[in-house]
């Protein structure tokens, strides 16, 4: 088997347990021990999330040992990185889902790369990274092991100070890319390793090559998404499946006060309409059914979208896509009509908030009137809406919520979910601090109107509250779910009874007065709707 320069690995899931303790320790009134009680339910005396307790019941009615997971559906970051290396002379291979593809993972070891580069995309801390690490340690000891994405990216924003060293030593490669981009790093350091040169030659890494974490000289990239399309024809089938993730473009078009990622990752950058259209006709040849585009949001600019929709009627490829979708800039009804004609199946709706006052200050550029109109034309257009809120941001009330509430009540998205305000440091709203009294991090802070652990009780209230409308889950499930679960032939409909039923399992549970045989009965009725899911086989087994 010829040489193998690089592999990539996409992501590691981790152990739901973990996750369980990990909340816990956070106590029991905190964002997260109240998120983690809305995405789990308690199967044979063991806590898991949803698509594990759908795993767990079909293979005990069908004898079967099948993994449904959405990571099946081929991680995007670690195609993209592929894709690129192979492109550029570099030999390359990639994993998607650490957990399931270990054995895989395993076998590329034996081919001895040069280097390994571990991906971070969605990652909040260091844990999940050190397994892979460790594993490729101890099956290929003399690869080069990198980590770069987001999560090396924010680490070292403000440079190696002795708490960031403290991480790199504890994650365990051997360099870090530190570029919001990275692919061009990747490739000069594979061709780095690969004939010997000094590390030093290669921008945006750090490394200890003199025992002491250091950054070589910054090289910012701008990378073209013309000529960084993926050659989907390049790819095997089973790294494909009915469902496919892709990109059109780079960064985000505005400037929301909760989040950093345009200052991380620099201006809106698009790809042309005639590239995506040299990408769905390989993902239709190669008999993909579902494309789901990552962009945060691709209905902007909206001319763009329309020519994107026009070109979807124009190939008729039989493909259905998904796509984050901002209603405040579908302007006219022409929009939502291109989009249905176009293949449109479902949009993630980035909400946040039915109260106006709580847009203004989060400064979305958007009205609770924009929002109800375009959830009006996507539900009569039979497409399927998720939308996500914040509960918490500052200026939140017992007020706003009940606004979010009826919104949600009155609208009617399929899906909702809300979690309480993550409260980023590095986000514009941090630099009105004073003004809002912010104190704290994360899940723990507090500013002039709410506390997290207020904003925590809001969301199990609006859980409740919320009747219109269906919740779901976060913990490996979301959103990305619906494509995944689509092309394994399980329909929005089927799945809404199943998280009907979850839902108020997980709301009789949470009632300390429920009886022992309300919960069998629900449990019962939970069982019976899973095992008459008809999907198509997994690709992953447990």
Not at 57 to 86: C, I, M, P, Q, W
Request: with cysteine; hydrophobic share 35%.
């Amino acid at each position: 088997m010829a040489d193998l320069d690089c592999v990539i690995v996409g992501y590691n899931d981790g152990d739901f347990d973990d996750y369980r303790v990990m909340c816990e320790r956070a106590g029991a009134q905190s964002p997260e021990m109240q998120i983690f009680r809305k995405e789990h339910l308690v199967v044979d005396d063991r806590a898991m999330p949803l698509m594990e307790v759908i795993n767990t019941v079909r293979n005990k009615a069908t004898g079967r040992s099948d993994r449904y997971h959405v990571g099946e559906v081929f991680n995007l970051a670690s195609l993209y990185l592929t894709n690129y290396l192979r492109r550029h002379g570099v030999s390359a291979e990639p994993i998607s889902l650490f957990s399931c593809e270990a054995g895989r993972l395993v076998d590329l070891l034996e081919r001895k790369p040069a280097v390994v580069a571990v991906t971070t995309t969605f990652y909040v801390n260091i844990v999940p990274v050190i397994p892979v690490v460790e594993l490729i340690r101890k099956h290929a000891p003399d690869a080069h092991i990198v980590v770069g994405g987001p999560l090396v990216d924010n680490l070292c924003r403000a440079g190696i100070t002795d708490g960031v060293s403290d991480q790199l030593w504890a994650m365990g490669a051997d360099t870090y890319v530190v570029e919001s981009q990275g692919e061009r790093t990747l490739h000069e350091l594979c061709v780095a390793v690969k004939h010997g040169h000094d590390l030093d030659s290669v921008g945006n890494l750090v490394h200890a090559g003199s025992g002491e974490w250091k950054l070589t000289r910054r090289a910012p990239e701008a990378n073209d998404l013309d000529e960084c399309w993926i050659d989907w024809s390049r790819f095997r089938d089973d790294q494909l499946g009915a469902t496919c993730q892709t990109r059109t473009a780079r960064s985000c078009a505005f400037k929301c006060s909760f989040c950093d990622y345009p200052t991380r990752a620099g201006a809106l950058t698009l790809a042309s309409v005639d590239t995506v259209r040299r990408e769905m006709r390989l993902l239709a040849e190669r008999g993909v059914r579902n494309v789901v585009f990552v962009d945060d949001t691709f209905n902007v600019p909206p001319k763009r979208f329309k020519e994107f929709c026009r070109m979807m009627i124009e190939e008729d490829l039989g493909l259905h896509w998904y796509s984050y979708f901002r209603c405040s800039n579908a302007r006219d009804t022409e929009t939502f009509d291109l989009a249905a004609q176009s293949g449109c199946k479902g949009v993630f709706l980035g909400i946040e908030s039915g109260d106006d006052d709580v847009l203004n200050n989060m400064n979305k550029l958007a009205q609770d009137a924009q929002y109800r109109s375009g959830i009006k034309h996507l539900n009569e257009r039979g497409v399927t809406t998720f939308a996500s809120i914040i509960v918490g941001f500052p200026g939140e009330t017992e007020r706003s919520v009940q606004n979010t509430i009826d919104f949600l009540n009155e609208t009617k998205p399929t899906f909702w979910r809300s979690q309480a305000w993550w409260a980023n440091p590095k986000s514009p709203v941090y630099r009105q601090k004073e003004i809002h009294g912010i104190e704290g991090r994360g899940y723990q802070w507090k500013h002039r109107t709410m506390t997290s652990e207020e904003a925590a009780g809001h969301c199990d209230a609006m859980f409740e509250r919320v009747t219109e409308s269906v919740w779901l889950p976060l913990y490996d499930f979301d959103f990305w779910s619906l494509p995944y679960l689509d092309g394994k032939n399980v329909g929005v409909d089927d799945l809404t009874t199943v998280l009907r039923t979850a839902q108020r399992l997980m709301s009789e549970r949470d009632h300390r007065n429920a009886s022992p045989q309300t919960l069998e009965k629900t449990f019962g009725e939970l069982d019976r709707q899973i095992t008459a899911l008809n999907p198509a086989p997994a690709k992953f087994t447990f």
